[in-house]
Each structure stands twice: as structure tokens, then as C-alpha cells.
């Protein structure tokens, strides 16, 4: 056994893996993980495989494909106009990453020193968590507040703007917004964009501003919003993008930061020192297909609007699904992304007792299934989601596990359906839930 190795994240797998290996072991349909139901565009990989077939198949500019930094000034400059009206500079204003995932780790660990403090609401996607712990910074959370909609059928997630405000400090590093959010759904309204960036500016105007957008072609009923276009923005303001979201090719792994030159550079810096490359046929195909998005597809505008009309439906047709499938939920309201979070505490009494006392939980040892040690008493959402998978057949994820230690006993009545499905997977969803 080796002994004293440092630690710098928690000894504790993360929840989705779990949940993915007791979905498999019970053959359950798998809504807990936001693979994206439908597959890639077929001019996408068309353009794979010319682009392997070309002979991309080696190391490229450490910032990122040329090819496809011009495309993506191309692509995101409209966009950008209002903070900058000009285009985006390719060279200095655009870093390719491997997926957002490593935009988020470049821009984190590079920004925050031991003990500068990360500010972000919750739930959270877990990831800023972990980065911000490998960087040594220290990871501060204000917890979304629910409150009932206007007719009271359903549960909205609301910024609590006292503790913003009080929690904001010259020991604000950054600030973390996800915009749509996982995994509330929340998008970001203008006005609030307004409110955070006048809190910012009277209480941390040192303060960065990470904004996680991965899913900002999927806004269900308003426009998406961008953090970096209001005001002085985008001086302080690294936006974050994944071209596996927008293209459905999740497992590509490409994904794009824009920000202004010293930010980029300093991301850059990271990148080069960790990852280097990523790639590259990968890069060179989205690329060549940025400007085909914007071609009638399957009947829609674009691709991007045919994907947004198909988990748009989903998301209706799964929290409809869900509400009349004789458990009691109470549905939140979910404005754009993948998921869409449902309240299950009046489920608890269906719930046997041998799902929610601590240290019955099975611990396969074969697997990665494992027993977790809860301390007097097993989430509501844990016992539900482990009952739903091996005795319904359905994996969801518990809401918890998007909570810091503190707020998991407080927020644990959540949990999440992935909805970015084609038809097919709502069809087998509702015949199960109807069984
Ligand atoms: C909010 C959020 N940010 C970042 C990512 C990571 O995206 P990528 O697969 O491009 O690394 C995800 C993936 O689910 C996400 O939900």
C-alpha cells in the first residue's frame, strides 16, 4: 500500500460515475448524464473524415487550429459586437481547449492564488469545485433560493442578492456564472446581468468573471444573454464555449475561450503548460462546419435551432411524463441546457426504509458502485435516486451532489432528469414510468 500521497481532491469518486455504473449493473435507462441524445450533423463528420484523410493528423498551434480560430471570430464576432464592435482577433482573443472543461480549468487554475476565493451559485456544475481545489483557491457558494411560480404549479430558482452582495470583497477573485445554468436551467436575464455587474463593480471591481455559456444555443422561451456585453464587461470577462455541445459530438472534446488578450494569454499560458494540443481533425472539421449551422436542416433554420426544438419537446414531454407517472414531483422551471430539476420530497414515503438509513447501501465491490458514508441520515434524494434506478429502472442523478458538504442536508429534495433526448428515449421514458 502506498502511503502519504498528496491529496489535493477528495478520495471519493464523483457521483455521476456511480451513478453510470449502477445504471449499467441494473440495465437501467439512463437519464442521469447529459449525453446528448442525437448524434452529430452529417456534414460534421463528413469533414472528419476528409480532414483525417487530408493528413491533419499532427500537432497545430498551441492557441488552436488557425483554420479554426478564423472561423470562430467569424462565428462568435456578431455576437461579441455590442461590448467590442469590431470582430474578435483569432491570434489573441480566442484559445481552443480541450472541451469547455479544460477552458474552465485553464482560466481557473491560472487566475486564482492559494486562498483567493471563487464565488459561484448553487447548485453547481461539481467540476468547479474540483478545479478550484487543484488550483488552491478557495471555493464560496450562494445558494439559489426557490420560490413558487404565479399560479403555484411549479418552482423557480431566484438569485438571493443580500448574500451576493455581502459575500462580494476584495478577496473575490472570481466570479463563476453558468449561463443557461446546470443544473437549475436558469438562464440569465438582462437586468440581472445588470445587477451582478453594478455588485461587482461597488464591492470587487478587481473581481474576474468566468462565464460558462456551454449550452447557450439552448434557450427554451427567452434570448441568451451574454455577461461580457454589458457595460465595461468585457475587460474582466472570459466567456466559455464547447463546440462538443453545439455539434453533438461531446466526445471530441473542443472547446473555445474568448476573452480579451490578457486573459486569453494567461489561459494560454495554462493550456501550454498542461495540454499543449488537442485534436486536431477535431479542430479542423468544426471548423469547416461553423458556417453550415446556419443551413436549413431536417425541416429548421439550422442545426442548432433543429437540436433546441427536439429538447425543447423533450423537456415538456419529460416533465410531463415524470409528473403523471403516480410518484409526486413538483417540476421547476427550466429555461434552457439539459437538465431539468424536479422536487421529490413529498416521494419520501415510497421511498423503503432501506434506501434512506445509512450503511445499507450496496457496496459492489466489482463495480464502482460504493457505499458512501452519509453521517445520520441518507439524503432524500441519494435514496430516491437509488430506489428509481434499481426498482424503476430510470437513473437520474440526486440534486445534492451539485451542493457543497454545508447546503447537501438543505437542497437535498432535487433531482435531475437529463433532457437532451430525441422522441425515442421519451418514448421509452414514458413507457416505463407508465408500467
Ligand atoms: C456547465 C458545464 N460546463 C462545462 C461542461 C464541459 O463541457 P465539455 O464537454 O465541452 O468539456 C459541461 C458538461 O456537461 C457543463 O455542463
Known amino acids: 500500500m502506498y502511503k502519504n500521497l498528496p491529496k489535493k481532491l477528495d478520495n471519493m469518486l464523483h457521483i ?28 460534421l463528420i463528413e469533414n ?31 455576437r461579441f459586437k455590442p461590448a467590442i464592435n469590431r470582430d474578435l482577433d483569432p491570434n489573441t482573443e480566442i484559445l481552443v481547449t480541450v472541451g469547455a472543461s479544460s477552458a474552465l480549468n485553464n482560466a481557473i487554475v491560472n487566475l486564482v492564488d492559494h486562498g483567493e476565493e471563487i464565488l459561484t451559485f448553487e447548485p453547481f456544475y461539481p467540476n468547479y469545485m474540483s478545479i478550484t481545489k487543484l488550483g488552491r483557491g478557495k471555493f464560496r457558494t450562494i ?30 477573485k472570481v466570479v463563476l456564472l453558468t449561463n443557461p445554468h446546470n443544473p437549475t436551467g436558469k438562464c440569465l436575464r438582462k437586468e440581472e446581468i445588470e445587477r451582478i455587474t453594478e455588485l461587482l463593480e461597488e464591492k470587487a471591481p478587481q473581481a474576474y468573471v468566468i462565464s460558462d455559456d456551454v449550452y447557450d444555443f439552448l434557450t427554451y422561451d427567452q434570448d441568451y444573454e451574454m455577461f461580457a456585453n454589458v457595460g465595461d464587461n468585457w475587460k474582466k470577462t472570459i466567456t466559455i464555449y464547447s463546440g462538443g455541445k453545439l455539434m453533438n459530438c461531446t466526445g471530441w472534446k473542443v472547446g473555445f475561450l474568448i476573452a480579451p488578450p490578457d486573459l486569453t494569454r494567461e489561459a494560454a499560458l495554462m493550456h501550454e503548460s498542461s495540454i499543449f494540443n488537442l485534436n486536431v481533425p477535431g479542430q479542423v472539421a468544426i471548423a469547416r462546419s461553423l458556417d453550415l449551422l446556419n443551413q436549413p436542416f431536417e425541416g429548421y433554420n439550422s442545426y442548432p435551432e433543429y437540436v433546441r426544438s427536439t429538447f425543447a419537446k423533450s423537456k415538456d414531454d419529460m416533465v410531463d411524463i415524470f409528473m403523471n407517472s403516480g410518484i409526486p414531483f413538483t417540476p421547476t422551471v427550466c429555461e434552457g441546457g439539459y437538465f431539468v430539476l424536479l422536487d421529490a420530497s413529498a416521494a419520501r414515503s415510497l421511498i423503503p426504509d432501506q434506501f434512506l438509513t445509512p450503511g445499507n447501501y450496496e457496496d459492489d465491490k466489482d463495480t464502482l458502485v460504493i457505499q458512501r458514508e452519509f453521517k445520520n441520515k441518507v439524503p432524500l434524494d441519494y435514496a430516491f435516486a437509488r430506489w428509481f434506478c434499481i426498482n424503476k429502472g430510470i437513473t437520474i442523478m440526486p440534486g445534492s451532489s451539485f451542493c457543497i458538504e454545508k447546503e447537501k442536508d438543505m437542497i437535498d429534495n432535487f433531482i435531475r432528469v437529463a433532457i437532451c433526448k430525441p422522441e425515442s428515449i421519451v418514448q421509452q421514458t414514458r413507457q416505463i414510468l407508465s408500467q
Do not use: C
Open 48 to 78: 472528419m473524415v476528409k480532414a483525417v484523410r487530408e493528413g491533419n493528423n499532427q500537432y497545430t498551434a498551441v492557441q488552436g487550429h488557425p483554420e479554426l480560430r478564423e472561423a470562430l471570430s467569424k462565428f462568435y464576432s456578431p
Open 143 to 172: 445558494p439559489l433560493k426557490t420560490s413558487p411560480t404565479e399560479d403555484g404549479s411549479a418552482l423557480n430558482f431566484e438569485y438571493d442578492w443580500d448574500t451576493f452582495e455581502e459575500s462580494l470583497g476584495p478577496q473575490t
Open 16 to 43: 455521476w460515475s456511480e451513478f453510470n455504473m449502477l445504471s449499467l449493473k441494473y440495465n437501467a435507462l439512463n437519464l442521469a448524464h447529459g449525453t446528448p441524445g442525437i448524434d452529430a450533423p452529417p456534414f
